[in-house]
């Protein structure tokens, strides 16, 4: 099955920089990869994903990659502020399958 | 709004107890799922059902079983709890029509004594 991995498991930022959290996958035939962030004492909600035929994607503030040779895709939120502090959560998800294989998380704190 | 919501928010059952764990959605989605939730594991696939009466056993099933009699309704059962079920569990519903997006529960700590 798909193994999903995700660095760093923690991330400290100062409001206003830049945070980037990286995930790998091991199943080539994954085609979805969503982010979600879970905010304490929540369910995770999904932020942002992106499919296997685009490369780059932008909702405001945030952005993920996909290289899918490597088969890596990252997370980007520019300009932190204190309300991104929460976990994200990467995961895959091969084609005609609705099931979605998580990453262990990265608990990220920015600090004011 | 989609709204999944877990029955309970804290649970604390005995070793060996049979627990219940409810899980309701309101915007008739065919596929549930079942995650555990632990440090330094992330979200672990118990079981999950694309279709009423239909359930499949996902990457972690020892220990539980589920139950899906309605297309609204997916309860997860532990059959004799125990302490290393002690965890966070989520439940999360997806729409056929939509791809994988999935939304979760708010989530059920249970605590195994």
């Known amino acids: 099955g798909e193994n999903v991995e995700q660095h760093p498991s923690t991330l400290s930022v100062q409001e206003g920089d830049s945070a980037v959290i990286k995930c790998t996958y091991s199943d080539s035939a994954s085609n979805y990869f969503p982010w979600y962030k879970q905010e304490l004492g929540k369910g995770p909600q999904l932020i942002i994903d992106i499919r296997s035929n685009v490369g780059e994607k932008k909702d405001q503030r945030i952005a993920v990659t996909l290289n899918k040779t490597a088969k890596h895709f990252s997370l980007h939120i520019t300009e932190t502020q204190p309300e991104d502090s929460a976990v994200y959560f990467c995961?895959?998800?091969?084609?005609?399958?609705?099931?979605?294989?998580f990453g262990a998380g990265t608990t990220v704190t920015v600090r004011a | 709004d989609v709204k999944v919501t877990q029955s309970s928010r804290y649970l604390v059952k005995r070793t060996g107890e049979k627990v219940f764990l409810e899980c309701v959605q309101d915007m008739d989605h065919e596929n549930m799922f079942w995650y555990r939730q632990d440090p330094g594991l992330g979200l672990r696939l118990i079981y999950f059902?694309?279709?009423?009466?239909?359930?499949e056993k996902g990457d972690i099933p020892e220990g539980y079983s589920v139950s899906r009699e309605k297309k609204e309704r997916f309860s997860l059962i532990l059959e004799s709890a125990s302490t290393n079920q002690t965890s966070m569990y989520l439940c999360?519903?997806?729409?056929?029509?939509?791809?994988?997006?999935?939304?979760f529960g708010q989530g059920t700590r249970l605590t195994v004594v």
């Open positions: 059902s694309y279709d009423v009466k239909m359930k």
């Open positions: 995961a895959a998800s091969p084609p005609n399958d609705y099931k979605l294989s």
């Open positions: 999360a519903s997806s729409a056929t029509d939509r791809g994988t997006e999935a939304f």
